[in-house]
């Protein structure tokens, strides 16, 4: 019996290994451009590394490194990190009804490893998730995302000085890179971009960058979410 459940249990983990790859995959180029970027912000290599090993979370990540950019508090960026990652109870409670009943502590150490990319990959899996398919997952993607980061952070230290102060600017590109393509889907997401730019634009006069920053994330998200309801519920009301 318990030599049938340790073969389960590696078969498992093999087959959450086979879906992780193309995660893995994704996962280089954007881990490569991190260590990059944080090479060109002042982060030593140990340093870059060990945010990916404590942090695993892309976007976060990046938000941090801008708020260093511009000399923010450690607390700033940790609560503006913590309300962009909100959305990850979410995404924790809603695979929690499909994986299978197990400790605890082992469902909080893959927790852990619960991202956008590992979260979809889980939840279109027919049938229960097992712990051993949600630690191949998440085992291969969070390696890659590690390795890849202090990749990027040694490359970016072999170039040129005045290459790796323009990497500065890639750091911007990179965020309007994630928010056109979501602009161009759906009207709120440039109501509330439009919103957040404006308002932060009014704070940073009378506050610090990164207050300004978690300020006007949250006006901007609450405000505008409000009013799409609100519209809604009009909507119906004269139909």
């Avoid at 451009?33 to 976007?59: R, W």
């Avoid at 291969?140 to 500065?168: D, N, R």
């Amino acid at each position: 019996m318990s030599t049938t459940l340790v073969l389960k249990t590696t078969s498992d983990f093999r087959q959450g290994i086979q879906a992780g790859i193309a995660i893995a995959l994704g996962y280089m180029p954007i881990a490569l451009t991190f260590g990059l970027l944080a090479k060109s912000t002042g982060l030593t290599v140990s340093e870059t590394v060990l945010m990916s090993l404590i942090v695993f979370a892309g976007a976060s990540q990046y938000i941090s490194l801008s708020l260093l950019a511009v000399g923010t508090g450690v607390f700033e960026i940790i609560l503006a990190t913590f309300i962009l990652n909100i959305r990850h109870f979410l995404m924790s409670a809603s695979l929690n009804e499909k994986v299978e009943n197990d400790h605890p502590f082992k469902k909080a150490l893959y927790a852990f490893g619960v991202t956008d990319e590992t979260f979809s990959v889980s939840s279109v899996k027919e049938g229960t998730v097992t712990t051993g398919y949600m630690f191949g997952v998440i085992s291969i993607s969070y390696s890659s995302w590690v390795v890849f980061s202090g990749v990027g952070h040694v490359i970016g230290a072999s170039l040129p000085s005045t290459l790796q102060e323009a990497m500065s600017v890639a750091l911007y590109a990179m965020f309007v890179g994630l928010l056109v393509p979501s602009m161009k889907k759906q009207k709120k997401v440039v109501i509330l971009a439009a919103f957040a730019a404006i308002l932060n634009s009014l704070l940073v006069l009378i506050m610090s960058v990164g207050w300004a920053i978690v300020i006007s994330t949250l006006i901007s998200a609450v405000l505008v979410e409000y009013c799409t309801q609100f519209l809604r519920k009009e909507g119906k009301r004269h139909v």
